[in-house]
């Protein structure tokens, strides 16, 4: 049971557009959610997060954008950049503290020049 | 700080065979985290530690799995016997309770597993 999903395995995009990755999470008791970045022959390093308080959270070109009454967030990366290909992980926890967390099966994101 | 270390890279081994994941976490980091990658499932969560002790195995895919973490500087990943659906990538996560972000895990680069 998927409680973390990433509908869209993969996402082309062309360099200077917004690049728009979705997540939606099936767990009411949710309430910090994270993204993490991944190159190939890497691992996942952590980009942003948001707490279940806010609604948006912005760094940078990254923006992470929250609904909790349809469980959904997203990821918006604006300018994209040929640096930003690679596989981009959603992932939740429950209960502040709690340090588990739960990844969602990861969106490729390619950006074309 | 080297980041979390995992050894080895990559692994090759026939069916039946045991195999032993390594990782070293950052120093200092109190929490340490056993992942699987796999495409059907993404990263799946086997098991974390909390300063040393096993505080949540319940991803542990079955009693072939077993993981130790003996000291805070190391632990392992052990599957006896091994079978070709384990192949997937293995990758070790750490985290700190000191301050900060304390949900944002490290993650080390992986195991590539392959079981013929």
């Known amino acids: 049971d998927q409680q973390v999903k990433q509908n869209s395995p993969s996402l082309s995009v062309q360099e200077g557009r917004i690049s728009i990755l979705n997540c939606d999470y099936t767990n009411s008791m949710f309430d910090y959610f994270l993204w993490y970045k991944k190159y190939p022959a890497e691992g996942p390093t952590f980009l942003i997060s948001?707490?279940?308080?806010?609604d948006k959270n912005e760094d940078g070109r990254f923006t992470v954008f929250l609904n909790k009454s349809a469980k959904h967030l997203s990821l918006h990366i604006v300018p994209s950049q040929p640096g930003d290909s690679a596989v981009y992980f959603c992932?939740?926890?429950?209960?502040?503290?709690?340090?588990?967390?739960?990844f969602g099966t990861g969106t490729r994101l390619t950006i074309i020049p | 700080d080297a980041g979390v270390i995992q050894s080895p890279r990559h692994e090759v081994t026939e069916m039946g065979q045991e195999v032993t994941l390594r990782c070293k976490p950052i120093s200092g980091h109190d929490y340490l985290f056993w992942y699987r990658q796999t495409m059907m499932r993404g990263l799946e969560l086997l098991i974390y530690f909390n300063n040393n002790v096993p505080i949540d195995d319940s991803g542990m895919p079955e009693d072939r799995f077993s993981a130790k973490m003996p000291n805070a500087s190391f632990s392992t990943l052990k599957i006896q016997p091994s079978e070709p659906r384990d192949s997937a990538v293995y990758f070790c996560?750490?985290?700190?309770?000191?301050?900060?972000?304390?949900?944002?895990?490290?993650f080390g680069p992986g195991t590539r597993l392959l079981v013929l």
């Open positions: 948001i707490s279940s308080i806010k």
């Open positions: 992932a939740a926890s429950a209960i502040r503290g709690n340090e588990k967390l739960t």
């Open positions: 996560a750490s985290s700190s309770t000191a301050g900060g972000l304390r949900e944002t895990q490290y």
